[in-house]
């Protein structure tokens, strides 16, 4: 079978393989892998510079989607047929997340998605949208369960408003569902381009942060001098003083990524004289993701996929994924 290798640190040392195909034993569950799509923490991984340790050599890339195949010995969640994506933490099945499941993730240290055929354990998959082709589906295991993660962790509900930085997936997936939820959203772009392709998305209100960079205050102002409910804060040490002046008193920060930087120098005041509730998110449990999964069959929720590569198109997938042109999420299909 085809996989894709990492065999050093370094995007050159991505290398097509030809392994053989796996069959599963007690507990797993044999997927024929039909997609993929990317995450930063994919690019950390094969830069070399994840926060976790990895052994290598590694098939990479957390996020994916396929068909069971084959289920091994007291499997009962799937059957041969169902469709299915992965799950990226695979030991958190519910309640909060504990010190002794940290690590079990899918795509490094554990065996990524870039194999034609691959063995999960039967709780590190999850049932795919009935609506969604295997390219829709793969981008639902982090960065649509982040976003539903912060709106879950905020309460929003109909009426608050929630900022979303950027217009990666997270972003995007975040601007989508607090939509379906009843919110107002203000969209922050570097690019006037995907501010106008963010309204028409459901975005309320776009904020160019190039043109504007104290836009915590041009945020304050859209929202009568209040402030937003939510901050869905995806871009870390850079941006984080802005978005603590857009909340709003008892306001709420998803801190998800770091993609601006992970090393924090900010003033407590604001924090503490506007009682701001910061909350770090590291997408959720297995419980969460079929809450997710019922959500979006329920309201056919049709993800953003900015482009889609071939399985080895592996190397530019993940360079526009760096330059930060994308618009959504990016998808390999396998089939290409």
């Given amino acids: 079978?085809?996989?894709?290798?990492?065999?050093?640190?370094?995007?050159?040392?991505?290398?097509?393989?030809?392994?053989?195909?796996?069959?599963?034993?007690?507990?797993?569950?044999?997927?024929?892998?039909?997609?993929?799509?990317?995450?930063?923490?994919?690019?950390?991984?094969?830069?070399?510079?994840?926060?976790?340790?990895?052994?290598?050599?590694?098939?990479?890339?957390?996020?994916?989607?396929?068909?069971?195949?084959?289920?091994?010995?007291?499997?009962?969640?799937?059957?041969?047929?169902d469709r299915v994506t992965t799950f990226y933490k695979s030991r958190w099945l519910g309640g909060r997340m504990r010190p002794e499941w940290e690590g079990a993730e899918i795509g490094g240290p554990d065996e990524g998605v870039m194999r034609e055929f691959a063995n999960f354990d039967a709780y590190s998959l999850a049932h795919a949208p009935a609506h969604m082709n295997a390219l829709q589906a793969a981008t639902l295991p982090i960065a649509a369960l982040t976003a539903w993660q912060v709106l879950e962790q905020a309460h929003v509900t109909t009426g608050q408003t929630v900022l979303v930085i950027g217009t990666g997936g997270v972003s995007i997936f975040a601007l989508q569902l607090a939509k379906l939820r009843g919110a107002k959203v203000i969209l922050l772009s570097s690019s006037d381009e995907k501010l106008a392709r963010g309204k028409a998305l459901g975005a309320d209100i776009g904020i160019n942060y190039r043109t504007t960079p104290q836009w915590?205050?041009?945020?304050?102002?859209?929202?009568?001098?209040?402030?937003?409910d939510v901050v869905v804060e995806t871009a870390g040490a850079a941006t984080f003083a802005q978005s603590l002046e857009a909340v709003r008193m008892h306001g709420f920060v998803g801190v998800v990524g770091f993609l601006a930087g992970g090393e924090l120098q900010a003033s407590l005041i604001p924090i503490i004289l506007k009682r701001v509730q910061v909350q770090g998110i590291s997408v959720a449990s297995l419980e969460q993701h079929e809450r997710l999964v019922a959500a979006l069959g329920a309201t056919q929720l049709?993800?953003?996929?900015?482009?889609?590569?071939?399985?080895g198109q592996l190397r530019a997938a993940i360079e526009q994924m760096i330059a930060g042109t994308h618009f959504g999420k990016i998808g390999i299909d396998f089939a290409k």
């Fill in 1 to 81: 079978m085809r996989s894709i290798q990492l065999n050093a640190f370094g995007l050159d040392h991505l290398k097509l393989a030809d392994l053989p195909a796996p069959r599963p034993r007690p507990n797993e569950v044999l997927v024929r892998m039909e997609a993929a799509s990317l995450n930063y923490r994919d690019y950390l991984l094969i830069s070399g510079n994840l926060y976790r340790g990895v052994n290598l050599p590694i098939a990479p890339i957390s996020d994916g989607a396929g068909t069971v195949m084959e289920v091994g010995e007291a499997v009962t969640r799937f059957k041969p047929g």
């Fill in 216 to 228: 915590g205050a041009a945020v304050r102002e859209a929202t009568g001098g209040e402030g937003v």
């Fill in 302 to 311: 049709q993800p953003v996929l900015d482009s889609v590569y071939g399985f």
